[in-house]
């Protein structure tokens, strides 16, 4: 026990009791998690997100990691000499660019946490979306829009993709096994190629193909803030589009709460925006009365 904990016997028991009943809602079913941001880099926030979620497949959940890697990819392309440009928020991704894409991705960031998974107990996997047929992509199309002269343009991302196909046979057999998927972002084309995916639409069409209860965004905010800078709780869809168009959601909260709608539409039954930075933010989301952030969900039929 840490020199400040107070806690007892009889509280532990309290804690667990009151989260079992939210262990059964979930048990049984599929947990998609976009693993980013900050919490990455932190060695504590590490250690306590891959404690969630093997605790998560031993309460009998099936969790699914997705993770990202955009600060990693960029020094290690600065490493590499290699110049870096965004349009439109995106990466322009070149052929070279698109080498160390997957290498970052797919190989040590991907095996970094598999190892921590690995390290509490639990038997992760590490995958990307060439393993197995899981995901297809297409080249994606961006459209971006001049500052001075509101002229709309379509610009070239090189390999940068879309999900264009997800086969869900391969986490079907993981979800009955005891391994817990930890998936890069990064497919391969029809054509031949390589392509980076953004890791939020990524996540979203993971999820969607395996029906998630539920998709958790870890980011680097607490969630949908209203234009008090209060945390709302709980959106539907109607509400979440009603606050875009009003400007209380803004700036990069746009793009993360249409990808939260686009994975609703691809069959998720709710997603989740949450604070990556707060310790075993994903069992505080899932196992407590309170959760940890904004559930965005399906407007009442």
Sequence with gaps: MAPNDTSTPATEAAILADALPYMQRYAGKTVVVKYGGHAMGDAALGKAFAQDIALLKQSGVNPVVVHGGGPQIGAMLDRMGIKSTFEGGLRVTDEKTVEI??????????????????????????????????????????????????????????????????????????????????????????????????????SGAIAGAVAAQRLLFLTDVPGVLDKNGALIKELTVSQARDLIADGTISGGMIPKVETCIAALTRGVKGVVILNGKTPHAVLLELFTEHGAGTLIAHDPV
Excluded at 102 to 125: F, H, P, R, T, Y
Aim: proline content about 5%.
């Design 101 to 202: 894409v997957e290498m970052v991705l797919a190989g040590s960031i991907n095996k970094e946490i598999v190892a921590l998974i690995n390290a509490q107990g639990a038997w992760a996997i590490g995958l990307c979306g060439k393993d197995g047929n899981l995901v297809f992509a297409e080249k994606a199309q961006k459209t971006v829009k001049d500052p001075d002269s509101n002229i709309e343009r379509i610009v070239d991302l090189g390999f940068v993709g879309e999900p264009a196909k997800v086969d869900r046979t391969l986490l079907d057999q993981l979800a009955t096994s005891r391994m817990i998927p930890v998936i890069a972002p990064v497919a391969p084309g029809r054509d031949g190629h390589t392509y980076n995916i953004n890791a939020d639409t990524f």
